[in-house]
Structure formats: C-alpha cells, structure tokens
C-alpha cells in the first residue's frame, strides 16, 4: 500500500471532522460565557450540613398540615410541586381564606438565593423557613404549639433523633427551621435544554431561543438576571401595575429602598406563573415587555418579545425527585 493511499482516507476524516466542528460552532461563544450552568446543589452553610435524615425529615415536615393553625395548610400547599412549587394564584391565599399581599415564589432553587421573600427579609433559607408557620396571614401557628404537635407524635420523636443524634430533645424551632432547609436545598432543576447548550450541546436549544439569548444580553437583561439562578439577588425598584406595596421598604423604613424588591430567578419562569409581586401578570410575554419598559426604558418589538420568551422556555429543568411522604 502506498502513502498516498493510506493517507488519502485519513485526511478526508480529517477534513470532515474540521466540518463537522465548524458547523457545530453557532458563533454565539460570547454570549455563552456571560452565562452560568446550574449546578446540582447550592453551596451548604458550614452550620447545616445536607444528611439523607434531615432531608428526610424536612421533606415530612414540609408536606406536614398539622403545624399550621388550621391543622390543613402546609408549605406544599402554596409551594405545590404539580404547579412548579408555586401556586399559580396571584396572591397566596392563607389562614381563613386570607388573602396575602404577594405573589407566591417557587421555592425552586432557592438554596441558590442571596436573600429569601420578596423584600429579603431573611438572609437564608434557615431564616425563611419559620416565617410563614408563625405569619397570621399564612399558617397563623404559635411555634411551641407546632413543636408540642411534633413531639406528640413518636415516629416524629425517631425522625428527629436520627437527624440530631448528638441531641437529647431534638425537637426545637431551630431543627425544624434547619430540616425544613436542608429539604428545600434539594429542590433543585439543573439539565434545562440551556444548561444542555452551555455544556455543549449546541442543537439543545432552537434558533429562535438562540436570538432570544442574543437579546437578554444585548438589551441588558442579564445586569439583574445572572449566575446560576439567572438573578443577582439584589433589590430593584419596579412600579409594577396595580402595585401599591412599598417592597424592601417595610423592613428597612430607607426611602431608597421604596418599591424595591428582589430579582426572581427565572429558572423554570415558564412554569411559575402568574408574575410579579403582584401576580398581576398573567403571560411571560407580557412580562418580559413591562420590564423592558419598567427597567430598561425599552419599548421591546413583537418580535424581540417572543424570541425572549422563547429563551426563558429553555431555562425549565428537570423537576426534582422526591416522595410524598407518609405522615404519621
């Protein structure tokens, strides 16, 4: 066999390989880079470390109705995992049919989170777990009842004595508060078709999601939404329509800090609607457009509109593995 005869098969599968890269090359490498793929977990705090029983013990918890007042509100029942761990109303509905003032957030992702609620007024999920327990407006339960409630129960007594071995009366507000976290730290929806393209699947996301991509960074979306969770976690001030709620102001009484509320994730947006504060607004697109008036000062063509929602679809990852548990 000559040279030229072996060397002739090798350069064609040289050369289709060279085009093969080249056609799997978007030339979009740029903006790829302003983004972050999301990762499995979020970062654990030194002080909560994630164990299988304090999982399993936040997941009971968190589908548990009987500490609440009412004895038949739990977190799932305004964080419902069939409608993306929100609950797609415009305002949480709580204690006695109440009515809350906000929309509710999906707690998807929230380990990835800089601070909790809408005007940030717990630095960590810790800090948040508790609230809507003792919040007359959502589960309306005195906490040493919800823990006398716990202790009464003897497969709660084991549940907790597994996950805090090292203590003689385990049940406390402050495991609770650390189970119910470390549950939610697990919450988590990495593999979206986007995080699929950043890893270098190419084709995983159309070319109108592409152009949509092109347009959040170009039109400055990304300022606010970055990272992981696709938010920089800090306060913005937005008059959303038919909002009179004065946002990070009631916990800080700063007249900056009038109408500022926290940057959502726009992980799984797709599927957490209605939107804003308020959940006023009902599409993605409408949202994306009062937005670009509101914090852009861009009135965004139909175009632009759709191929940014179009994006946004492509942030929906897959939902996270977990049981419904068996209360006691």
Not at 44 to 59: D, F, Q, R, Y
Not at 301 to 322: K, N
């Amino acid at each position: 066999m000559t040279i030229k005869a072996t060397l002739l098969p090798a350069l064609a599968a040289s050369s289709f390989l060279v085009a093969s890269v080249a056609l799997a090359d978007d030339g979009l490498e740029n903006y790829r880079q302003r983004f972050e793929a999301l990762p499995y977990l979020p970062p654990i705090p030194a002080n909560n470390s994630l164990t299988a029983e304090k999982v399993e013990l936040g997941n009971m918890l968190f589908f548990e109705p009987r500490i609440s007042s009412s004895g038949v509100i739990s977190c799932a029942t305004c964080h419902n995992p069939a409608l993306g761990w929100a609950d797609r109303i415009p305002r949480a509905v709580g204690h006695d049919g109440q009515v809350g003032e906000r929309n509710t957030p999906t707690v998807l992702n929230s380990g990835f989170l800089g601070s909790q609620f809408w005007d940030g007024r717990e630095p960590d999920l810790e800090g948040q777990a508790l609230g809507p327990i003792e919040a007359p407006v959502e589960m309306a339960m005195d906490l040493e009842m919800a823990l006398e409630r716990l202790v009464g129960f003897e497969l709660y007594q084991e549940k907790f004595s597994a996950a805090y071995p090292d203590q003689e009366e385990p049940i406390t507000d402050d495991n609770l508060a650390h189970a119910l976290a470390a549950f939610q730290r697990t919450l988590n929806t990495p593999n979206s078709h986007f995080d699929r393209y950043l890893h270098g699947d190419l084709e995983a996301i159309n070319q109108q999601a592409k152009d949509g991509m092109v347009a959040f960074v170009d039109n400055g979306c990304i300022a606010c939404h970055r990272g992981p969770a696709l938010t920089d976690s800090q306060f913005h001030a937005i008059q959303v329509p038919g909002s009179t709620d004065l946002g990070r102001y009631v916990v800080t009484e700063e007249e900056s800090d009038k109408y500022r509320f926290r940057t959502p994730t726009l992980r799984n947006v797709a599927v957490t609607y209605p939107y804003m504060n308020n959940g006023a607004t009902e599409t993605l697109e409408e949202a994306v457009a009062i937005m670009g008036q509101e914090m852009l000062g861009r009135e965004f063509d139909d175009d632009t509109i759709s191929d940014i929602t179009a994006f946004l679809h492509t942030l929906t990852g897959e939902m996270p593995d977990f049981d419904v548990p068996a209360l006691p």
